[in-house]
């Protein structure tokens, strides 16, 4: 998550962070690939955000809006 906010400003995007721990549901959904980033509700990544790949699937999905 260090790595997003580092570049928060520059894309101009929000985070929400979501803590799994208590939340059975989401645990069994994501227990063991968290973190998980998801751009407007759409699954994007999992385990290790690559900056490289955020950043162009960001754009790309803001090209799309």
Do not use: C, W
């Not at 208590?22 to 900056?51: A, C, Q, S």
């Amino acid at each position: 998550m260090e790595s997003l906010e580092s570049v928060k400003a520059e894309l101009d995007f929000q985070i929400e962070k979501i803590y799994i721990d208590g939340d059975t549901e989401l645990t069994n959904k994501y227990g063991e690939e968290v973190p998980v980033i998801h751009i407007d509700g759409k699954h994007h990544d999992m385990f290790r955000v690559d900056l490289e790949r955020f950043r162009s699937y960001l754009e790309k999905h803001r090209q799309h809006q």
